[in-house]
């Protein structure tokens, strides 16, 4: 909707954001936009995004908090392109929520290198991005015990992508902090969570 030209109707994906306003090349009609950041809640599967993102729901309202799973079986996604798409649909949804005024906080694993080269990256003040991590140990435990997970190699394949979480600050063009939540409770994650993000409102 805010990307569409009032004026000549173009809605291509063609439109230049500046100074608070959104101009169509095509025509040069200019109209206000809010622009706010973008927040992504990350990690590998089973480390807690999800149980942080229900923590915030219930006690606090400084950003509209969604999980990114909300796109599987609307979107299927079996190729880089289909993710890309589903990347892209995930930041016009939210560049059109931030018109309210609230910044948009997805939880997400995945695909965290495609945000910065989405054409929607240009209507946000900034994207930052928050890696959740815990010790192997206690992610095993987390996987098995908290969400029944059997799956050995879903189980180490989720260990590797901690591993390398911990390791790095950067995913392709995405710079990330990490919070390793190992000994913390989903009050105190969801405190940490909260103290992030107002840094950048």
Same mark, same amino acid.
């Given at each position: $909707?805010?990307?569409?030209?009032?004026? @000549?109707?173009? !809605?291509?994906?063609?439109?230049?954001?500046?100074?608070?306003?959104?101009? @169509?090349?095509?025509?040069? !009609?200019?109209?206000?936009?809010?622009?706010?950041?973008?927040?992504?809640?990350?990690?590998?599967?089973?480390?807690?995004?999800?149980?942080?993102?229900?923590?915030?729901?219930?006690?606090?309202?400084?950003?509209?908090?969604?999980?990114?799973?909300?796109? @599987?079986? +609307?979107?299927?996604?079996?190729?880089?392109?289909?993710?890309?798409?589903?990347?892209?649909?995930?930041?016009?949804?939210?560049?059109?929520?931030?018109?309210?005024?609230?910044? +948009?906080?997805?939880? $997400?694993?995945?695909?965290?290198?495609?945000?910065?080269?989405?054409?929607?990256?240009?209507?946000?003040?900034?994207?930052? @991005?928050?890696?959740?991590? +815990?010790?192997?140990?206690?992610?095993?435990?987390? $996987?098995?015990?908290?969400?029944?997970?059997?799956?050995?190699?879903?189980?180490?394949?989720?260990?590797?992508?901690?591993?390398?979480?911990?390791? !790095?600050?950067?995913?392709?063009?995405?710079?990330?902090?990490?919070?390793?939540?190992?000994?913390?409770?989903?009050?105190?994650?969801?405190?940490?969570?909260?103290?992030?993000?107002?840094?950048?409102?």
């Amino acid at each position: $909707m805010i990307g569409t030209c009032g004026k @000549c109707g173009n !809605h291509k994906w063609d439109k230049i954001v500046k100074d608070g306003r959104v101009i @169509c090349p095509e025509c040069n !009609h200019s109209w206000n936009y809010v622009s706010l950041p973008l927040f992504i809640l990350s990690g590998c599967s089973g480390v807690g995004k999800t149980t942080t993102g229900i923590e915030l729901i219930q006690r606090q309202n400084d950003v509209v908090v969604l999980d990114a799973d909300i796109f @599987c079986g +609307v979107q299927n996604a079996s190729s880089e392109e289909d993710y890309r798409k589903r990347v892209d649909t995930l930041e016009a949804l939210s560049r059109n929520i931030s018109q309210s005024g609230k910044p +948009v906080l997805w939880t $997400m694993a995945g695909n965290l290198d495609m945000l910065p080269r989405s054409y929607n990256t240009r209507f946000f003040s900034g994207i930052y @991005c928050l890696v959740l991590t +815990v010790d192997d140990d206690a992610l095993r435990d987390r $996987m098995t015990n908290g969400r029944g997970i059997t799956d050995s190699g879903w189980i180490e394949g989720s260990v590797g992508y901690n591993q390398y979480l911990k390791t !790095h600050n950067t995913l392709g063009e995405l710079s990330y902090e990490t919070l390793d939540i190992t000994n913390k409770t989903p009050a105190e994650v969801a405190d940490a969570v909260i103290e992030w993000y107002k840094k950048y409102l």
